[in-house]
């Protein structure tokens, strides 16, 4: 192993803003990119790689110290409720990713009430305790759906991590607030992160691109958010993204191909040195006071957030 490697957060670094680590666990069958070629009711008959798959981000976050939050499809914690106990067992933080991995910006008001109440019950049932957050599939609330937040506080939420403010061939409202934010529905909205370079707001969250671009350019990108906006960052994998072995998905285009298959086998170690770069929590401890979370604290640390 290379002893460079080993070094500490790099200079640029904020130590004092601790960044948000979140997981969307789906198996590799289920992203939207292959929807077309694979009917969810052939889910059940597909060899399953997502317990073993987060089993290794949990060892990657075990090894770092580090706390992450799990957004999770009801479809997988029915099937595989021992995945959704070891999230919580290792003290990370459970949340919901749908029952089945539709896009919110698919599914009528009625749709998405009955999808996001199913996948809750079953969290909840499993983990037993509280689920506050959601995260669209495929980062589908935007402009055209923003009723979704609503719908997600009237479901028992406390916010969401479902937009991105990118433009992108599927997903994205570029000019959405880059940041953490209460909506007029009593939701907080905390967009996957993006890098501001002159007017364009540049995906940064991590995803393909993490994938795709060396590793200096997201620990730059993480840099930046901390050092110019003063802001955490949220990343986000999924545990597909740290298994080269996955059967291959046959009939797909050249684009969806390259999107999910490239660099595999260098994300667990470039997430490895993400966690050892920079500080990371769960979203509802990075997040508390955006939240509300963080009312019932002590009152010097409530005094503290109100100057700072
Ligand atoms: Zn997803």
Known sequence: MNPGAQQPAPANARPDIVNAFTVDVEDYFQVAAFAHRID???????????????????????????????????WIAQRHPQVVRAIVNQGHELASHGYAHQRASGQSEAELRDDLVR????????????????????FSIGRDNLWAHRVLAETGHRYSSSIYPVRHDHYGMPEAPRFAHRTPDGLTEIPASTVRVGQVNLPSSGGGYFRLLPYPVSRWSVSRINRRDGEPAVFYCHPWEVDPGQPRVPGVGAKARFRHYVNLS????????????????????????QIGL???????????????
């Open 119 to 138: 996948a809750r019950k079953l969290l909840e049932d499993i983990a037993g305790e509280p689920v506050i957050g959601y995260r669209a599939p495929s």
């Open 266 to 289: 260098r994300t667990a170690g470039r997430i490895e040195r993400l966690l050892r770069d920079f500080r990371w929590d769960r979203m509802d401890r990075v997040f508390a006071r």
């Open 294 to 308: 963080a009312d019932d604290g002590p009152a010097e640390a409530r005094v503290h957030d109100h100057v700072a």
């Open 40 to 74: 969810p009711a052939q889910w059940d008959a597909l060899p399953c790689r997502v317990e073993r798959n987060v089993e290794h981000i949990l060892a990657l976050l075990a090894g770092a110290g580090a706390k992450a939050t799990f957004f999770t499809l009801g």
